[in-house]
């Protein structure tokens, strides 16, 4: 079965620091791009960057210079490198797989579950 | 940043009614690199359509999608009890993906 299942959220103070992670099985892991998206009932759906084969990175503004996506192709694993957070990115994160073309331009076909991150004092 | 605008914000209908949903985009969608995708609560949205008018594997063939440029409409044709949930439309035709703020099918 092709699955993503993300780890790692939980309560985190502003300024602090959190790494998402994501699990991919039943599919060759390598051969596609990679994407996390977060979800706020206040902003809806956003995606927050991409990451393709060659690890070649794209950041929303919104968290640009503050997360980090990386992969470890081996590990069939995602990641998301969370700093300096802010009240404002409290939401649920989900990973989703893109394309395999290297393009950026693929609609998303496979969602993990999600993880709730909040960022509170 | 193309900004996506749907409408209605929520549709209610009874189930074996067509339900048509809009999405217009505030620039031409690249290569028409549109897809909808269905949420229910509690779930991760589920691909139905791409590139505009394509479904996803295993969706019914009720769901159908249309539209070029800017206006984009997914139409779900006898709407199944398990149909009513939010309905978003994204564009991935720029580097910048970016999401609709859904539209909610629920029964009248």
């Known amino acids: 079965e092709v699955q993503l299942v993300e780890s790692g959220g939980g309560l985190v103070q502003p300024g602090g620091s959190l790494r998402l992670s994501c699990a991919a099985s039943?599919?060759?892991?390598?051969?596609?791009?990679m994407n996390w998206v977060r979800q706020t009932p206040g902003k809806g759906l956003e995606w927050l960057s991409y990451?393709?084969?060659?690890?070649?990175?794209i950041y929303a503004d919104s968290v640009k210079g503050r997360f980090t996506i990386s992969r470890d192709n081996a590990k069939y694993s995602l990641s998301l490198q969370m700093n300096s957070v802010r009240v404002e990115d409290t939401a649920v994160y989900y990973c989703?797989?893109?394309?395999?073309?290297?393009?950026?331009?693929?609609?998303?076909?496979?969602w993990g579950q999600g993880t709730m991150v909040t960022v509170s004092s | 940043e193309i900004v996506l605008t749907q409408s209605p914000g929520t549709l209610s209908l009874s189930p074996g009614e067509r339900a048509t949903l809009s999405c217009r985009a505030s620039?031409?969608?690249?290569?028409?690199?549109l897809a909808w995708y269905q949420q229910k609560p509690g779930q991760a949205p589920r691909l139905l359509i791409h590139?505009?008018?394509r479904r996803a594997t295993g969706i019914a063939d009720r769901f159908s999608g249309s539209g070029s440029g800017t206006d984009f409409t997914l139409t779900i044709n006898r709407l199944e009890p398990e149909d009513f949930a939010l309905y978003y439309c994204?564009?991935?035709?720029?580097?910048?993906?970016?999401f609709g703020p859904g539209t909610k099918v629920d029964i009248k």
């Open positions: 989703a797989r893109g394309g395999r073309d290297g393009n950026n331009n693929d609609a998303f076909d496979i």
């Open positions: 039943g599919f060759t892991f390598s051969d596609y791009e």
């Open positions: 990451i393709s084969h060659s690890e070649i990175t």
């Open positions: 620039q031409s969608v690249g290569n028409n690199h």
């Open positions: 590139s505009a008018s």
């Open positions: 994204q564009q991935y035709g720029s580097s910048f993906p970016t």
